[in-house]
């Protein structure tokens, strides 16, 4: 069986694509259809493994989660990860193909890659009942449109009716959703079916002469409008929404907080940001991205984040004055944990002889006995595994197991006095355990290369428990199981865009008939 299908567009990047396909996907799986996600090309440093070991988008895994299937490779043939203002690494079928600058890809590459893109769609449109398509940006990006393989050309291959989505709370809905259509041919502009207003703030009576007006306008209609969710704790696919992160006020020290106050350094190339999410909703915690070295004086505990450039962001770093504030905070009782990229930079040297980041080696920061050289294969592998006693921080934990995956390049050895921080077994591999990161003398210091790591309840809770130990907080009163309530955000994310849109007029251009499976969903 060959799958219908429904396809996403925006009026530009961050309207609300990624989540109303997510939405989309838990609303057709409720309903008892076999749904997946597809983005044929995605551009974003935050990205997950799959569990056979492909790197995809991190839109398209929170996509496949609301669909309720294990994330496929397929979702997400071609991931594109900026390493600069024009070049970036292309991920292929979740492996690194080539690093290029901006203008070879656009006219050179794109084409050779549609053929791939075409084989992922087809292969999981004849598996599924319904695959929900995400366009990237707009589609009226007229200088690109030639080489477009994610919008209006993607529609087209799958027959995909289209839904353009508009953010009403950035300002110019109706000239961004009047103007994207009038950008579009005669042909592009018959695919798309109607618009949705997104992020809605107030009265809605107010809006409806301007809705109106579109309609007439466009000849369209619209399928919803969809209120503000602002709380919401689902991942952002990229810096666009990094600053609305950072909302945790400090005025005083750690120890004089009753608050576990966790920095992270917010590099220049942060990938997988992420990563903390979990952390951050923790009522014990108050979690800041930081750039000031100054702000750490206030912090217990310092993370260095993942980093698609890490010589560049150490070298950044470096130039800012963490180096000596980072020294500052260790000897002073302190606490930081280094997160792939960032337990790199925690060593003593990065070399580079393949020139993957970097043509030069860079002087690590010097808080644990490795090093670490960049090669050209990229390790992309879920993994799981057990930290060394007596636990973290030097504070004796009840549970040593971990979860998580490695996306990174390079190879990491160990030097004299070095112990690493786990052993761990990677996915699909023969069951023997390799070791994983490092821990320094005094146990104040420990690094991984596992994303994803803090999403385990057990060990997150661990580590708030051991963290707030050695830094003497009183062990915290309140502690929260993130993957129940991840389900619960999907859940209120659906049920949202059920209320709002005309799902039975949806399900008709997908040429299905609409009836929920959950009660909490259906419209009222």
């Known amino acids: 069986m060959t799958a219908r299908s429904i396809m996403v567009l925006g009026t530009s990047s961050h309207v609300g694509k990624s989540l109303t396909a997510a939405a989309l996907c838990r609303i057709f799986a409720r309903a008892g259809y076999r749904v997946a996600p597809f983005k044929s090309q995605n551009m974003s440093l935050n990205s997950a493994a799959t569990p056979d070991g492909y790197e995809i988008g991190r839109a398209q ?75 990237a940006g707009s589609p009226a990006e007229i200088n690109l449109k030639h080489s477009d393989i994610v919008n209006m050309r993607m529609a087209k291959i799958a027959e995909a009716p289209c839904l353009l989505v508009g953010d009403i709370d950035r300002g110019g809905v109706f000239a961004s959703l009047l103007g994207t259509c009038e950008l579009l ?21 107010l809006l409806m002469p301007g809705i109106q007006m579109m309609e007439k ?15 919401l704790l689902l991942d952002e696919e990229d810096s666009v929404g990094f600053g609305n992160r950072d909302t945790a006020k400090w005025t005083s020290p750690q120890t004089n907080s009753a608050k576990l106050q966790i920095a992270v350094i917010a590099f220049p190339s942060i990938s997988n940001f992420t990563d903390f999410d979990s952390l951050r909703e923790e009522p014990s915690v108050s979690l800041r991205y930081i750039r000031d070295p100054k702000e750490l ?58 020139g993957v980041e970097n043509i ?37 934990t009840n549970d040593a197991e971990i979860r998580g995956y490695e996306i990174h390049m390079g190879e990491t050895e160990y030097l004299a ?78 049920d949202t865009f059920t209320r709002a849109l005309d799902l039975e007029a949806i399900f008709g251009l997908v ?10 969903g259906k419209r009222s």
């Open 217 to 231: 306008r466009l000849g369209k209609p619209c399928f919803g409008v969809v209120p503000y969710l602002g709380e």
């Open 297 to 354: 004086r206030l912090a217990g505990v310092v993370i260095l984040p993942g980093s698609k450039q890490t010589a560049d962001d150490l070298i950044w770093m470096r130039a800012q004055g963490f180096e000596q504030a980072l020294h500052r905070h260790v000897h002073s009782g302190g606490l930081v944990v280094g997160i792939c990229g960032g337990f790199q930079m925690l060593g003593m040297e990065i070399r580079d002889p393949h």
């Open 61 to 135: 895994a929170l996509q496949a989660e609301a669909a309720g299937i294990p994330a496929s490779v397929h979702m997400n043939p071609i991931l594109i990860k900026p390493s600069g203002d024009t070049s970036s690494q292309i991920v292929v079928r979740g492996k690194v193909w080539r690093n290029l600058d901006a203008r070879t890809y656009h006219e050179h590459r794109t084409m050779t890659l549609l053929p791939i893109v075409e084989e992922s769609y087809r292969e999981l449109a004849s598996v599924n009942d319904v695959i929900v398509l995400e366009g």
């Open 417 to 494: 006095g070095a112990s690493n921080f786990a052993s761990i077994i990677r996915e699909n591999d023969t069951g023997s355990t390799v070791p994983d990161g490092c821990v320094s003398a005094d146990k104040h210091v420990f690094g991984t290369y596992l994303h994803g790591i803090f999403d385990q309840d057990a060990f997150r809770h661990a580590f708030l428990c051991a963290a707030r130990t050695a830094l003497h907080l009183p062990s915290p009163t309140n502690l929260i199981a993130w993957s129940e309530r991840r389900e619960e955000q999907l859940d209120m994310l659906a």
């Open 185 to 205: 041919d005669e042909e592009e502009r018959r695919y798309i079916h109607g618009f949705i207003v997104n992020k809605f703030r107030g009265d809605q009576s």
């Open 360 to 396: 030069a080696n860079e002087r690590g920061l010097g808080l644990l006995p490795i090093r670490t050289t960049m090669t050209r294969d990229k390790v992309t592998v879920p993994a799981r595994g057990r930290y060394e006693k007596p636990g973290l921080f030097g504070v004796e």
């Open 511 to 520: 040429g299905l008939p609409f009836h929920s499976m959950h009660d909490e």
